[in-house]
């Protein structure tokens, strides 16, 4: 009683009632409730934050409390209980009355169901068909609520994508940006809901369109459906030149996973990995690893790759390199090089690559050999470490291991000693 009466004091500070709002919490009657509902139109953000903390931690008979009030007269706390009904994650109840305000005659109402809707995602989707039609309605900020929610809740785009795609060259751009994003989220998800015939004839022409966004999208997309877009093939090629680096790493990644060992696309490939982002030169690279040994034609840029600025595209080109395998092992010396690189994860990269090559590395032996003997400890350990990769294959090298038990070193003996263990 005293904290309900406390709570309704508004020249009260702001923080003593706050501490009355988190007193009733979990304190359930009808009277408590209420109360917390009531302060959902107060003023004070920091009160109206508070008391629907409080309302959810009371689950379903917060979610009860909310629902009793939705038909308020006044628009703005209709619209304050709609925002509070989406925390309420997989109630029924309140997807059942957030749908029901999606015709609410106040647009911010109808905004702020959308977005509830879209919070509780999946488990809402007996909403679908209503936030469609909202979707193409006249209110802006109501549509762009219904948009963004469509791509939370229909996740595989079975339903909502058509109506996303027509929505593409809406005058308004909030609206296409807000499409955007929603058939953004549907890549997450295969679009399992459309054959492939029905999605290439509404992604095709989104790969000319003018926004760059809408044109990495599709790529995205098409990716999604793996072989099946096989007809994309030679428009994604022509994209891969596109100014837009999103566009451009959609490209690399949607042609290896749509043609993994295309020979079409190899020569895509090599170009992309001479991208000046490095983000492209990893996916072009890694497309590599997909052609496995036939793609030994790559061996002169892996070359390259080996030594690129960035680490990911190193690491890339090392899995590419093993992928290849015995056409690779003359980059052999390029790998040596980087296990004295200065990041760990690149070091650790090259020991993983020539452990893999390892049965194809025999002639090159005797340059650990010569590593052995040089005046630089730390060659000397590292040309070690190469031989504890090599494993059974090394066993020539071992006589000349024996010379150096007696090195001045206690790390080269003791790095010895554990690979005679």
Excluded at 125 to 132: E, G, P, R, V, Y
Excluded at 137 to 162: E, K, M, Q, W
Excluded at 296 to 309: C, E
Aim: glycine share 6%; aromatic share 4%.
């Amino acid at each position: 009683m005293i904290s309900r009466t406390i709570l309704r004091m508004t020249m009260l500070p702001v923080g003593i009632r706050s501490r009355m709002a988190r007193r009733l919490r979990g304190r359930i009657s009808a009277a408590n409730l209420g109360a917390l509902v009531r302060s959902l139109g107060d003023e004070s953000e920091v009160i109206r934050s508070v008391s629907l903390e409080s309302l959810v931690f009371s689950d379903a008979a917060g979610a009860k409390a909310l629902i009793a009030r939705a038909g308020d007269e006044s628009s703005r706390m209709r619209s304050r209980i709609a925002c509070g009904l989406g925390r309420f994650s997989r109630s029924t109840p309140a997807i059942r009355t957030l749908t029901k305000l999606l015709q609410d005659p106040s647009a911010p109402v109808r905004a702020a169901a959308a977005s509830s809707l879209g919070e509780i995602g999946t488990a809402a989707a007996s909403a679908i068909d209503f936030l469609k039609k909202q979707a193409k309605g006249n209110d802006l900020h109501a549509a762009v609520a219904a948009v963004t929610a469509l791509g939370r809740i229909d996740v595989g785009g079975a339903s909502s994508l058509p109506v996303l795609i027509s929505l593409i060259d809406h005058s308004d751009r909030l609206i296409r940006l807000a499409v955007i994003n929603a058939m953004g989220s549907v890549i997450a998800s295969s679009p399992a809901g459309l054959n492939a015939s029905e999605l290439m004839s509404l992604l095709l022409p989104l790969i000319k369109h003018r926004d760059p966004a809408l044109r990495e999208v599709a790529a995205r997309l098409l990716a999604n459906l793996g072989p099946d877009a096989i007809e994309a093939i030679p428009q994604l090629i022509l994209l891969s030149r596109d100014q837009s680096v999103g566009v451009r790493l959609a490209v690399a990644s949607a042609l290896t996973a749509i043609a993994p060992q295309d020979p079409q696309i190899f020569l895509v490939l090599i170009a992309l990995t001479q991208d000046k982002e490095w983000s492209i030169r990893e996916s072009a690279t890694r497309g590599f690893i997909g052609f496995g040994p036939t793609a030994k034609n790559a061996v002169p840029r892996l070359k390259a790759l080996l030594g690129d600025p960035y680490v990911r595209v190193r690491i890339a080109a090392m899995e590419a390199t093993v992928a290849i395998g015995h056409s690779a092992r003359y980059l052999f010396d390029d790998l040596y090089l980087r296990l004295f690189d200065t990041h760990e994860e690149t070091r650790q990269g090259a020991l993983r690559a020539l452990r893999e090559l390892a049965p194809s590395l025999r002639e090159f032996h005797p340059v650990l050999i010569q590593e052995l003997q040089s005046p630089d400890e730390a060659r000397r350990l590292m040309s070690i470490e190469v031989i504890k990769q090599l494993g059974d294959s090394a066993i020539e090298i071992l006589p000349y291991l024996a010379n150096c038990e007696n090195d001045d070193s206690y790390a080269i003996r003791r790095a010895i000693a554990t690979l005679s263990s």
